[in-house]
């Protein structure tokens, strides 16, 4: 992390800015639903149609401001993204000129072109990844529990419960892939060297009559490399699967527990939106 953040000091101003725009796009997408809980229990609770039109165009205006920052925000962190990862390859090739025959050896090539092309390709769409969808999460999980919280304390719990069963749902998976995308580098690595070596030896293997044998290392690291990453994203499934089934859980418990609270007067009907 010291290394990234490393590359991307010089874009402090970019970074910034890019942060500023994704919580406005955040804060918008929390008013659109406080909006229009209120302004069906003042609006269409009293008949007041006046009301009513004022609040769908102040949902109207919250709505073109997280759309408008949700766009912005995707062009900058495309473009920090792209300036850090450009940074990392130059780096990498000035580098690369000081490396001794020896240097060249103990590396491979294969690894320096994975480390070129591959790593500086995942990190620009981890950069991209971590603004757009990993930064939101924290801030609209503590956001909506605590104004769920101050519309209703139950609900609030409810909603916290779900959260907490999430996370560790999360935290459990990413423990059970980060040893497998460790050997999946490392993979990567040697299908360079294998592709390399079977490109440049091709008429060395022909004439050695040696077309089987490459084939068979070919088919070895490349196979090694798919049964990897089918169980990754295996795991990934299966963790996408479990929040959207917690949160279609939870979404039935809201609007049965909310039902009962609205029944006993305890809180408004919109409130459940």
């Given amino acids: ?18 942060l500023l725009v994704l919580f406005i796009d955040n804060v918008g997408t929390l008013l659109v639903p406080t909006m229009l809980a209120d302004m069906i229990n003042t609006g269409i609770g009293t008949g007041d149609f006046d009301y009513i039109v004022r609040g769908g165009l102040a949902m109207l205006g919250a709505s073109l401001l997280a759309s408008g920052g949700a766009m912005t925000g995707a062009y900058l962190a495309a473009k920090l993204a792209s300036n850090v990862a450009r940074d990392i390859r130059n780096a990498v090739y000035d580098a690369s000129l000081q490396f ?40 609209l999980s503590v956001a909506g529990i605590v104004m769920a919280c ?7 719990i409810l909603l916290a419960v779900v959260v907490a069963i999430v996370l560790a749902i999360a935290v459990v998976t990413v423990a059970k892939a980060a040893p497998i995308f460790m050997s999946l580098q490392k993979l990567i690595d040697r299908m360079n060297v294998v592709l390399r070596e079977s490109i440049v030896g091709a008429r060395v293997i022909r004439a050695f009559n040696k077309e089987r044998h490459a084939e068979r290392r070919l088919d070895e690291v490349f196979t090694s490399y798919a049964d990897r990453a089918i169980k990754v994203n295996l795991l990934f499934a299966g963790l996408d699967c479990s929040a959207f089934f917690f949160m279609n859980i939870a979404e039935v418990a809201l609007l049965w527990l909310g039902g009962n609270r609205v029944g006993a007067h ?5 409130s459940v939106t």
């Fill in 150 to 156: 101050m519309i209703d304390y139950q609900m609030g």
């Fill in 100 to 139: 001794s025959s020896s240097d060249f050896e103990r590396f491979g090539t294969g690894s320096m072109i994975t480390r070129t092309l591959n790593d500086a390709n995942v990190i620009q769409q981890s950069i991209i990844a971590t603004i757009q969808l990993v930064l939101p999460v924290p801030f």
């Fill in 1 to 18: 992390m010291k290394l990234l953040f490393r590359f991307m000091k010089p874009y402090r101003a970019l970074v910034a800015v890019t």
């Fill in 266 to 270: 305890a809180m408004q009907i919109a």
